[in-house]
């Protein structure tokens, strides 16, 4: 079957023929792949920055977004039946006894680092025809968002991350909100950046009741800019406002949910976040030597301002069934913008150009259908 590889000993990528997986346990499922996301990450493994095909193979296969139809069941299978869509999990557990975390099923909170990652580290990915995987790791999504659930795995990124801004706001008085209000009522958020993770975090702020600002490059004439107030966002952009600016603008900034893997950028914010305010950190710059921050400044303001700063990856199973709960509200709620995340589908056969090419639109994706 075809499959997209990077061979990181001979610094290529190849669409590859690749042995079709088989079912070898009872509790195992065939999926034949439909679509699959391309993000930063691939495009980091196919510059070779990292990326660790498994110990008995000279290649990786790549992609971990990814949405499939189930073709074969195991014996034991009771969670998907034949027919179901269905969206797998990326990250599987280390074998280490005493790793709390992954012997709990929350292997996103690995403390060994042992784990592996489909298509990022040590196991195949999904940018094949077919894949085999524990029932474990599948999520079914219904029909409807055939489209855009591809879209679910990079939506976990915020569904993991507000879940816990809901747990380390716990600590201080949100609320009590008026009877039917969304728990963000009455709170701003930032999102910094406007490319998919922060789009998508956007939609999820939004729909969680947060006034909700976009902060990113482009000007306010940009496409992007009117997709955020497409859906009731309100756009800044950094090419003409300072993080002063954005602050006056905003008001007290209660929550940042940053998306651009710039740190310069990100902790300039840092030093205007609000009162009593939470900073969730999901992008992951290169590492490109130290820059000059006004470390006194958000050290002073982290205690008198009582602030929270905590980074997130990966996700767990209750992250993917909010991811596709949600993306349920958006395709009821804004079907034209959440589908204009997706701006382009190509076959596999066009891997050099996706992958290496220039970067953009949006999400891009792979049909291997
Ligand atoms: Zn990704
Ligand atoms: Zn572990």
Not at 152 to 157: A, G
Not at 187 to 210: E, I, Q, R, S
């Amino acid at each position: 079957m075809k499959a997209i590889a990077v061979f990181p000993g001979e610094k290529k990528i190849k669409l590859i023929d690749h042995e079709p997986p088989r079912i070898t346990k009872p509790t195992e499922v065939k999926v034949r792949i439909l679509e699959v996301g391309i993000c930063g990450t691939d495009r980091d493994i196919c510059t070779f920055q990292y990326g660790t095909p498994p110990a008995d193979s000279k290649y990786l296969v790549i992609g971990h977004e990814s949405l499939g139809e189930v073709v074969e069941v195991g014996k034991e299978v009771s969670r998907v039946s034949m027919g179901d869509l269905v969206v797998l999990m990326v990250r599987r557990p280390c074998q280490h006894k005493n790793c709390f975390a992954c012997r709990n099923d929350r292997q996103d909170f690995c403390f060994t680092g042992d784990f592996t990652e489909r298509g990022i580290k040590e196991a195949h990915g999904f940018m094949a025809e077919f894949v085999v995987d524990d029932e474990k790791y599948l999520n079914r999504v219904p029909r409807e968002l055939r489209d855009i659930a591809v879209l679910t795995e990079p939506l976990t990124i915020a569904e993991k991350a507000i879940t816990q801004v809901w747990q380390v706001q716990q600590r201080l008085p949100w609320g009590p909100h008026p009877a039917g209000q969304k728990p963000g009522y009455c709170h701003k958020a930032v999102v910094l950046g406007a490319g998919p993770v922060g789009l998508l975090g956007m939609m999820v702020l939004l729909n969680a009741g947060f006034e909700t600002y976009v902060y990113s490059r482009g000007l306010s004439s940009c496409p992007v800019a009117s997709l955020v107030t497409s859906i009731g966002g309100k756009y800044i952009s950094s090419d003409t406002s300072t993080p002063e600016d954005l602050s006056k603008q905003v008001g007290n900034i209660d929550l940042v949910y940053e998306a651009t893997g710039a740190a310069q950028i990100s902790f300039e914010v840092m030093e205007v976040l609000g009162i009593n305010s939470v900073m969730v950190f999901t992008g992951i710059p290169g590492l490109k030597g130290p820059i000059n921050v006004d470390a006194d400044l958000i050290m002073r303001n982290l205690v008198l301002k009582n602030q929270i700063v905590f980074g997130t990856v990966n996700a767990d199973q209750s992250a993917f069934k909010n991811a596709v709960t949600d993306l349920g509200f958006f395709n009821e709620k804004w079907p034209k913008a959440v589908r204009s995340l997706i701006t382009g589908r190509y076959p596999p056969e066009s891997y050099q150009e996706v992958l290496l090419g220039p970067k953009n639109g949006i999400k891009n994706i792979f049909s291997f259908q």
